[in-house]
């Protein structure tokens, strides 16, 4: 068993961790100026959400690019954890496609991305079933498979890193349902789905704590500590999940219908990619979000859908 066959180096070294260091600084950055900018304009904009991505972005540039302390399968599943887990919740709570949506001007790229997120695929994508087979169950192939040790090399082991994180996010936003989204599945299933998710987690930990990923050849005590990290580690972000889906759930049923959320001035400051999923898809852009023909702007106009208008999000 060579040292490559435990992945003791971390995932981003050599050349690929500019690579990453670059990439993840680039889309924080582009994440605060979307902010800034919806600030200045005079929209409201949770500073919460601006920490929570920025502490999404530093997690996944310690987990890929730090040295971590423990022996290789406990760095290993520190990592997993962090990449997989704990980094996609947090860059979901911060909304980044909402932010995307309110704060590019309309026009082409708007359009582009709401055709991207209404698009057949993605509404099967996030399926919360499927998004779970394609998070868990890549899970279990890594690990019960040879693939884990067959990933010896730093770009397949990078490789990896980022179809962990994709799927994690993938998953992460099908539960939650925090951005606009055109088909949004019930609490529910999404609920069962987190359950039965969390349950296949736990099962692979469990399993992982007596025999190792085959081809592999850990300590006992490595592979334990490892393996208990995953298992616990993994309910403290699956408890962060199922809090963000039962106060999703209870703001939804406790808010009466039709009722307007409004800022001092009586004007709804969120955007309409907030409010309505499919409100920025009915405005023509060309005419600065308002329909053709409808005359002058009146005093105190705005490009944003008038106040009262319903939707699923506070």
Do not use: N
């Amino acid at each position: 068993m060579t040292s490559a066959h435990i992945h003791p180096a971390p995932a981003g070294a050599g050349a690929a961790g500019p690579v990453v260091t670059v990439a993840v600084l680039l889309v924080a950055a582009a994440y605060l100026l979307a902010a800034f900018r919806l600030r200045r304009r005079g929209d409201r904009w949770p500073w919460p959400r601006d920490v929570s991505f920025t502490a999404g972005s530093a997690a996944i540039l310690w987990a890929v690019l730090g040295a971590l302390p423990g022996g290789p399968f406990t760095v290993h599943s520190a990592r997993h954890l962090t990449v997989a887990m704990a980094a996609p919740l947090l860059l979901v709570l911060a909304r980044p496609l909402t932010l995307a949506l309110r704060a590019l001007p309309p026009g082409r790229a708007r359009r582009a991305l709401l055709t991207v997120l209404h698009a057949r695929p993605a509404r099967w994508l996030l399926f919360p079933p499927l998004a779970a087979l394609l998070d868990v169950g890549g899970l279990w192939a890594l690990y019960r498979t040879p693939l884990f040790a067959a990933a010896d090399g730093p770009v397949t082991h990078a490789l990896v890193q980022v179809h962990t994180l994709a799927a994690g996010l993938l998953f992460t936003f099908a539960v939650c349902q925090l951005d606009p989204v055109r088909r949004r599945w019930g609490t529910a299933l999404r609920g069962a789905t987190l359950l039965a998710a969390g349950a296949a987690h736990a099962v692979l930990a469990k399993g992982l704590y007596a025999t190792p990923p085959p081809g592999t050849a850990f300590t006992t005590a490595d592979l334990r500590t490892g393996a208990q990290l995953m298992y616990y580690g993994g309910d403290l972000v699956e408890v962060g999940l199922a809090v963000t889906l039962a106060v999703r759930w209870y703001v939804a049923g406790s808010r009466p219908a039709g009722r307007p959320r409004t800022v001092p001035g009586g004007h709804d400051r969120r955007g309409a990619g907030e409010r309505d999923p499919s409100a920025l898809a009915r405005v023509p852009a060309t005419h600065g979000g308002r329909p053709a023909g409808s005359g002058p702007r009146p005093a105190g106009f705005t490009d944003r859908a008038p106040e009262g208008t319903p939707g699923p999000w506070p």
